[in-house]
């Protein structure tokens, strides 16, 4: 049980953090803080937190658990915040979805007690937003990557990945430079490839036409272009060199696929697509085995 | 009322057309042809076809209506096959992805008959395949272009019309030039995309990893990946001409984000990201009213 948690951002991420770990009975009292007092107050009316944070100092007293769901942007101002008034038994960790620059930005921020700091990706995610938008079960069945410091001593780590298994998450171990090759090609370049289209669709001169004709296959693959364009251009940015090579990869890939069509050569498209759907086949079978929570994971 | 429609190729695509107009009483008796005997020995079991056909005078005798849900490369085939048997009452259609390539397959073997095909397309589908794929609402609020000929009496497209009015699309019409350009940008460009990221990813010496990470953002825009490797094949080749002009201009977009992204111009992939996340919003907005039955397609 966490005596005091205070949570930086109230929103989907942060908020469904507060109200998984309350269902779970493993956090006595929440703190909010939020840019937007307003997501402060509607927070609090929705029980998502018993408390809007004021001054630092009496907000980080006696806290247990600091998690960071606030822009990854944001994340050294924070820390250096907090630093002032961070006591020894405080672990902090964050939500975002770049590993490697966030932990730079905690060396920088808390230099000697970057120990207590340990960076954080659950996998889970909607395209809503605001306290509204956070549920209890956000996290159920759902990974929580833990990408954690040289210098974190095992119980913080521990008392992060115990936060996540109260949410009902499956805990993953990854360094930062890991996550953000991994992430690189399976969330960050798919974004990217999906804003692409829509933009590339939309700036044509028939666009309204071709828009009237795109239907479910585009819709699901298009779906996560309705993302926040503030939140992937940070990530982007922040994810720059294990973004780019996974791109110039990529593109590779579709000069490759654009000469066969352009030969006319059927039986290198046919390899191509059946490689792909076959992967895909494999890969779903394996999600839908390993999401579904398995008697070990619950009894943690 | 349709006295007797044939239809070849009793899968999804066909046989939901089967059930559909079952359903709307707008057919009095349904035969159906297939190359696999086993799907049509289903289709019977499962009421979709009221006959399997045998020799074709018998089958294509009284025919009011043919639709052709076979494999678009077998369409100039069975047109063949047909015409030695089409009587001047006969209207065939199809549900073929690319409508160039069929409607120049048409010309070739129906000739001096050509009039009697109506080049169509129900804008539905599903990853599902068989006759036990078949629903009698597949089609209910899609769309359904028609590509007439020139040739195409105006009675003749009102048959085919009437007939996916029955199954509850709503019609829609371009020719068969401006249909493939279309297609190629919203459909048949995102499958090309689609099965390119998947194969990419799967091709990686740390695939197994990378899909262990993968999450519903992937899943979502990688779904149209779990396609027919064949079928695909088959209309990128149809539609190579548009589909390379489509393919291009998405490497050319692609180019360019890469160049901001190497020059960390935050603000240029901000620009591209919220344009897309803004069109796709309309977008989906639109759809969503569009889809909608309204009163007046209901009344039809």
Not at 178 to 203: G, T, W
Request: charged letters at 20%; one cysteine or more; a negative charge.
């Amino acid at each position: 049980m966490l005596n005091k948690v205070v949570i930086y951002g109230v929103g989907l991420i942060g908020g469904s953090f507060a109200r998984a770990l309350k269902k779970a009975g493993a956090a006595r009292h929440i703190v909010g803080m939020d840019r937007s007092q307003d997501a402060l107050r509607r927070a609090l009316e929705l029980g998502i937190i018993d408390e809007v944070g004021g001054a630092l100092p009496a907000v980080l007293s006696g806290a247990d658990l600091v998690l960071l769901a606030a822009p990854v942007a944001q994340t050294e101002r924070i820390l250096a915040s907090i630093l002032p008034h961070l006591g020894p038994d405080t672990v902090i960790t964050d939500a975002g979805s770049t590993k490697s620059d966030v932990a730079a930005a905690a060396r920088k921020a808390l230099t000697d007690k970057v120990a207590q700091f340990v960076p954080g990706h659950p996998i889970a995610g909607r395209e809503t937003n605001g306290p509204e938008a956070a549920i209890d079960d956000l996290y159920q069945g759902k990974k929580a990557v833990l990408t954690p410091l040289p210098e974190n001593p095992a119980a913080a780590v521990e008392r992060v990945a115990a936060a996540w298994r109260a949410c009902g998450a499956i805990i993953h171990t990854l360094t930062p430079e890991e996550h953000d090759k991994v992430f690189a090609a399976v969330s960050h370049l798919p974004h990217l490839l999906a804003y692409a289209l829509v933009d590339d669709v939309a700036r044509k001169p028939h666009a309204d036409l071709l828009f009237q004709y795109a239907a479910s296959g585009f819709r699901d693959f298009t779906r996560i272009a309705g993302s926040s364009p503030e939140m992937w251009r940070d990530i982007s940015l922040a994810n720059q060199a294990a973004l780019l090579t996974e791109l110039d990869a990529y593109l590779a890939q579709l000069t490759q696929i654009r000469a066969s069509l352009a030969a006319g050569d059927g039986a290198a498209l046919e390899t191509t697509y059946a490689n792909a759907q076959r992967a895909r086949r494999q890969w779903i079978e394996a999600i839908e085995t390993a999401e579904t929570p398995q008697p070990q994971d619950l009894a943690e």
